[in-house]
């Protein structure tokens, strides 16, 4: 008799909010569907738009007769995070996966995430995310370390399968039983469809669960891999300075929940020797006449200045208690966390 663990069954969560990316997410459900192993269903959880409820609704009426896909209305209030906590809650499987609406899974992406779960310790699994220009191809001055300002993985990332402080929300995988340790994703942090780029909600709830959870382990497989949508106007410079701006907001946010010994842990060895290197690299391709040196120099350095200035308005509203309140709690049946007026630090570092 085998000691070996049954694979985990999954369920993939793809929370949606508007018909513009109608293409992308039937797409994206697709590319689910097609997984090898099948998972054992996919939930598509729409954030407050009746109209794509409806039409998802009825596109997907045979498969959801199935138990194969579900359409579920966001249970709590509008935004990314409570989405998820929707999709959560009805989850049924082991592991619950999360996919963007705009991307695309590779056919062994859960065969990937289910290889790191065969050790009992792992609770969290995430995958490598590869962008898929508008334009066909890299701007000339985006430099790779800033990827994650598009959702994708960014240079600095060790590679392989390793461990982390914190996987990458929209390539991830989580234990059910994860959520019942420590709660769902912290609503307020989160995205809000195509409003001020906010995020670091899968940080924030990564430190919480390392704290809760005694010996967890959380992974990313780069083997894992997903392609990501990145439309023309995440291109432009002016959507960088907007979403480095807004992730110094976000970490404040997450400094404010888990303290700023964890919430910054990741990011001094990335400003530190990660962007340092980026600045030479872009320097010297700019003496080699290379194209796009100066520029990716250029934005490494405004990137950092604009994380730091809104880390520092982010942190500085926190200790006025002017900071956008946000709360984490269980994930009820209804999938809707519970909400206080401040973030709750339970089994969080002090």
Partial sequence: MSDRPAPPRFSVVICVYT???????LAAVDSVRKQSPAPLET???VDHNERL????????ADARRDGEVRVLANAGPRGLSAGRNTGIAAARGDV??????????????L????????DPAVVAVGGRTLPAWASGRRPVWFP???DWVVGCTYRGLPPGRVRVRNVLGGNASFRRSAFDAAGGFATGIGRDGDRRPLGCEETELCIRLANAVPGAVLLIDDRAVIHHKVPAVRERFAYFR???????????LVAQSVGAGKGLESERRYTSRVLPAGVLRGVRDALLGRPGGAGRAGAIVTGVALAAAGYALGTLRARRGRSPAFSWGPITPEGVPRETGAPEKKGAAA
């Fill in 19 to 25: 018909e513009e990316r109608w293409g992308d997410i």
């Fill in 43 to 45: 939930l598509l959880v």
């Fill in 53 to 60: 409820l409806d039409r998802l609704t009825e596109e997907y």
């Fill in 96 to 109: 619950v996966a999360f996919l963007d609406d705009d991307a695309v899974a590779e056919h062994d992406w």
């Fill in 111 to 118: 065969h990937h995430f289910a290889a790191g779960y065969t």
């Fill in 144 to 146: 790779e370390e800033f």
């Fill in 242 to 252: 907007t979403r480095v701006y807004a992730e110094g907001l976000s970490k404040a």
